[in-house]
């Protein structure tokens, strides 16, 4: 009887009252799940940095990189990405306040600069591919196109989340009550945003 | 009468606890056990905070002071990838990492939100950025890369 009688009443928790979805750790599975993720893409990205270093200089054909790289280039859709980190943090901080209407221009300004960033690594590789650099040309072509590839992969997968956050946010689906949906987008982003910061300081500006 | 007393008194003098006490006392117990196992902040963060925070995020000002220094910090960035001929490789290497390293801390304390959260989130993502550096770092110095 008394079992009965519990089993009725346990899941039902009182308004107000404790989180049946609490953790043993003090936070949310949904963020603490996302950190452990960014933390092993450290090592997932840091293997393919290692391996550029690893033949940087030991391309026996051309085109070297300083043949093919156009610093002021990079150098402004670097800006973009470390832009579009701050529209990001815009969005969070719109949506903890319960104004919409900057929830969904931020994000969507968030995946245009990522969009404009991916624009400008297409027509970076198209330049490389008409001077002669493909992943097949030599060991630089081989290590900077996986790195900035993957890195690229990456930055379109978080753009995709941002336009569902969007398209979400434009239905009335997005509330303060999911503000962490969007921290937790915004982790992913800002990780692609760091990861750049390393490629771009390793790859584009140290001297060989 | 006295039968309708006596689980009362011995639940004063011996709190029983987990699933006997919730099973016995339903309408309180799990409330209270519920309690009893969350650390603190964590079933009702405080107005304004996101679960896991310790501290409110910074004001939108604040963010777009920090993204203008990290702007800042990019264009000394490349202006010291070109100054190959007026001071030696070595600096510019160190000068570089220096920055890049300042630029992945402020965005990873700031806009990454670990300088107000938990330290739990901290530990982690060091424990990854701590796990590859070393790692590769010795991988390239057995390579000899870094020779």
Redesign the interface.
């Known amino acids: 009887m ?2 009965e ?2 089993t ?3 899941p039902a ?2 308004h ?5 979805h ?7 599975n949904m ?2 799940a996302m ?2 993720f ?6 997932f ?3 393919f ?2 391996a550029y ?2 033949y ?1 200089g030991r391309s026996e054909e051309p085109p070297f990189p300083e043949d093919v790289y156009n ?2 280039f990079t ?1 402004v859709t ?2 973009i990405l ?2 579009s ?2 529209t ?3 969005s ?2 719109a949506i ?1 306040r319960g104004d919409y209407r900057r929830l969904r221009i931020w994000l969507m300004a968030t995946a245009l600069f990522g969009a404009t960033f991916i624009a400008g690594q297409v027509f970076e590789f198209t330049e490389f591919y008409r001077e002669g650099l493909t992943p097949s040309t030599n060991l630089f072509g081989s290590t900077f196109f996986v790195l900035t590839g993957l890195h690229g992969a990456h930055v379109t997968g978080g753009i995709i989340w941002l336009l569902s956050l969007w398209g979400l946010a434009s239905q009335g689906r997005l509330t303060s009550a999911d ?2 949906k969007v ?1 937790v987008a ?2 992913y982003w ?2 692609v ?2 990861v750049w ?2 490629i ?3 790859v ?4 060989e | 009468m006295a039968d309708e007393q006596q689980p009362t008194e011995t639940t004063e003098t011996e709190p029983k606890r987990g699933a006997v006490a919730a099973l016995e006392h339903p309408g309180q117990e799990l409330e209270h056990l519920a309690e009893e196992h969350l650390p603190p902040g964590v079933t009702e963060p405080a107005p304004g905070l996101l679960p896991g925070e310790v501290r409110p995020h910074p004001s939108p000002l604040k963010y777009v002071v920090i993204a203008l220094v990290l702007v800042v910090i990019t264009a000394a960035e490349v202006w010291v990838s070109y100054l190959e001929d007026v001071i030696p490789n070595g600096m510019i290497i160190v000068l570089l990492l220096l920055f890049g390293v300042l630029k992945f801390s402020m965005v990873a304390a700031w806009y990454m939100h670990l300088r107000t959260d938990k330290p739990i989130f901290r530990n982690f993502f060091v424990l990854g950025v701590v796990a590859a550096v070393s790692l590769y770092f010795v991988v390239l110095l057995t390579l000899h890369v870094l020779d």
């Open positions: 008394a079992i009688h519990a009725e009443h346990a928790p009182v107000g009252g404790p989180d049946p609490a953790t043993s750790t003090g936070v949310t963020k603490l950190w452990m960014l933390s092993s893409d450290c090592l990205f840091g293997a940095i290692s270093l690893l940087r610093i002021p150098s670097s800006f470390l832009m980190s701050l990001m943090v815009l969070l901080a903890q503000s962490e921290e915004g982790l800002h990780f945003d760091v910061i390393v771009f300081t390793v584009y500006l140290i001297p």
